[in-house]
């Protein structure tokens, strides 16, 4: 990625002196502004619901796949999981529970999601 920059940076610098490096920087500078303030949104507003509770865990296992991000789990699920492993250990293990008492189990190596589990709960027959 920092090669790629550097090189756009080149490029840029090549085909229009200072100008053009300016320009890339401030490319640059509005990606990540952009990020930031993506990551900033989503944890405002998972922060605002109860931790480890998801409206639909059968949803939310749904839309899951392997390799995504935390942060995007967060968004999916619109709150902050709970941690069920130790702090700062990989991997790291998350749940959310829905209202039904179903619960999806996360484990996140590195940041991204490397397996998930869906628990039901069992519903007596009517």
Known sequence: MVIA???VGVLGYRAYGAPGLALVAGGVVMWVLLQW????HTLNRTAQRPI???G??????????????LLQVLAI?????????PADTEPE?????????????CV????RLTQWQLTRQATAPP
Do not use: I
């Open 5 to 7: 920059l550097c090189g």
């Open 37 to 40: 303030s993506r990551m900033l």
């Open 52 to 54: 480890g509770t998801v």
């Open 56 to 69: 639909s865990a059968v949803m939310l296992n749904a839309r899951l796949h392997a390799g995504m991000r």
């Open 77 to 85: 699920s619109g709150s902050l999981g709970q941690q069920e492993s």
């Open 93 to 105: 293990v998350y749940q959310w529970t829905d209202g039904a008492g179903s619960v999806v189990r």
């Open 108 to 111: 996140f190596a590195r940041g």
